[in-house]
């Protein structure tokens, strides 16, 4: 028996983590009060790749400062 998991962005799996990235930064930057310096620090990752990240999940920045 195969079981046949759709290779798209409507995998549950993936929207989960999608969601959860985002949820996770959004909490980093209104911890950080907007500064992407800071919450990328306190995220362990480099702040280019924040700021993908925020472009990619549609993240408005100043509603944070």
């Known amino acids: 028996m195969s ?3 759709p290779d798209t ?3 549950a799996l993936e929207r989960c ?3 959860c990235e ?3 930064i959004i909490h ?3 911890k950080t009060k ?3 310096s800071q919450a990328a620090e306190l995220l ?3 702040e280019s790749l924040l700021t993908q ?3 990619q999940y549609e993240i408005d920045c100043t509603q944070f400062e």
């Open 3 to 5: 079981i046949h998991i």
């Open 9 to 11: 962005k409507t995998n």
């Open 17 to 19: 983590v999608s969601d």
């Open 22 to 24: 985002k949820a996770v």
């Open 28 to 30: 980093a930057l209104l």
């Open 34 to 36: 907007g500064d992407k």
């Open 44 to 46: 362990g990752i480099k």
């Open 53 to 55: 990240k925020i472009h």
